[in-house]
């Protein structure tokens, strides 16, 4: 079946300090790829999107590409900010499905 | 945008009580709400998914009497754990689809429901 695999956390960085989070997926067909992001207390909320290969998905700084040929789509930031800490989650879905597959979660620590 | 409420926030209750968590949508219909359980440091759980109307469609390993799901309306479905026990004390989450978007399936979520069972 369907799987999505991220790095474990927690991943503690400095401010500006660069991030790459990587996420790999396991899929018939051609899923669309997402990060949510879940705030301390709060919900999930959709982060980025990509729907089909080579697409590049980008939201706060925040950048993923959709790479078909190594199944990935590691998120990254160039200069990340304390407010950034948080759990990203990486998924994929389907079109006309309903499921989303959902990794594990990578929490992030920022340190100002 | 498309907002979930969801609630109670938390919930503390005794053994064998039954519990129940509302989810509404505010701004939009939803057909289908997801019921997700998620445990310290790990990831979201697919317990079923509530349609409106009709009944909901549980994961393998999910007791359907343990955790029922009624979706009466187009904008509130409701997870009720009736009998909980300590091993039910986890966090809740509900979430709908908003429509398709380039034939993506995107979610918007309720901001979870913490049950502590003692």
């Known amino acids: 079946g369907d799987s999505v695999t991220q790095m474990e956390g927690p991943v503690t960085l400095s401010e500006e300090a660069f991030l790459t989070i990587n996420c790999t997926y396991t899929a018939t067909g051609y899923p669309s790829l997402f990060w949510y992001v879940q705030y301390p207390g709060e919900g999930l909320q959709l982060l980025l999107k990509?729907?089909?290969?080579?697409d590049k998905g980008s939201n706060k700084g925040f950048e993923a590409t959709y790479r078909k040929e190594t199944t990935s789509f590691h998120l990254e930031k160039g200069s990340v900010q304390v407010s950034d800490s948080a759990v990203y989650f990486c998924a994929l879905s389907h079109t006309g499905g309903f499921k989303t597959i959902f990794g594990a979660g990578t929490r992030l620590f920022v340190k100002a | 945008g498309a907002v979930v409420s969801q609630h109670p926030s938390w919930v503390i209750c005794k053994s064998g009580t039954s519990v129940k968590i509302e989810c509404r949508s505010l701004?939009?219909?939803?057909?289908?709400m997801f019921w997700y359980r998620q445990f310290p440091k790990q990831s979201l759980m697919l317990m079923a998914t509530s349609n409106e109307g009709s009944k909901a469609t549980y994961e393998q390993g999910v007791e359907k009497d343990k955790f029922l799901i009624n979706h009466a309306s187009l904008t509130l479905s409701t997870l009720t754990v009736t009998s909980a026990h300590p091993e039910d004390s986890s966090f809740y989450i509900c979430s709908a689809r908003v429509g398709d978007f380039a034939g993506a399936n995107v979610l918007t979520f309720g901001a979870g429901s913490r049950l502590t069972v003692l």
């Open positions: 701004d939009f219909q939803a057909t289908t």
């Open positions: 990509a729907t089909k290969a080579d």
